[in-house]
């Protein structure tokens, strides 16, 4: 039996779920600097009080927006079909080059930045990162007993994460699409 919930619980969590994905497109628009609480809550349509009922704090709600989103990319992964290699590598390619990433990437520089963030966003990063490396082990099929096989999947994402970055100032789809196909390549002879 599921369980119940009633509508001011639902509106709740709609509420909670309206902030995260604000702060996400916040973060990854505007950037650390232009991104505050009351600039997420006017774009999710609800009061700063409200904002500040689920975040008490500004790294509060950009942590967990940033959780939130990678915890929803971790659930689209998870329903690729294993056996399409090129398909799970072109997947992991777009995690590192749409607006989570964008979001993340200026958490990640506003930590640099911040002590009271710099925690936070190292812990969640460590395990988003062991997730997504476990997670492509899994969908690409990967043996890590095989000696390289483990830097080999490591690689993948490290060049991933580099596609995304070049990707911040210019889309170049093209190129990275040959990036991509030549990965693909190296993966099917390295995993067999």
Not at 8 to 31: F, P
Not at 36 to 61: C, I, K, N, W
Not at 76 to 104: C, E, I, K, N, S
Request: aromatic share 4%.
């Amino acid at each position: 039996m599921g369980v119940v919930t009633s509508p001011k619980q639902d509106r709740s969590r709609a509420t909670r779920q309206r902030l995260l994905e604000a702060a996400v497109a916040c973060l990854a628009e505007r950037g650390w600097a232009g991104s505050t609480v009351s600039v997420v809550a006017e774009r999710a349509g609800v009061s700063r009080g409200a904002a500040q009922h689920h975040f008490p704090t500004r790294e509060d709600l950009f942590t967990a927006a940033v959780e939130y989103v990678a915890e929803q990319r971790s659930s689209a992964l998870r329903a690729l079909p294993v056996t399409d290699r090129p398909a799970v590598v072109g997947a992991l390619v777009d995690l590192y080059t749409g607006p989570l990433f964008r979001a993340a990437l200026h958490l990640w520089v506003a930590a640099s930045n911040e002590d009271q963030l710099r925690d936070r966003v190292t812990e969640l990063e460590t395990r988003v990162g062991r997730e997504t490396h476990r997670m492509a082990v899994e969908l690409l099929g990967a043996d890590e007993s095989v000696p390289g096989v483990r830097e080999t999947v490591q690689g993948l994402l490290d060049m991933a994460r580099g596609l995304g970055l070049a990707n911040l100032l210019t889309d170049d789809e093209a190129r990275r699409k040959r990036v991509v196909g030549q990965w693909v390549a190296l993966l099917e002879e390295a995993l067999g």
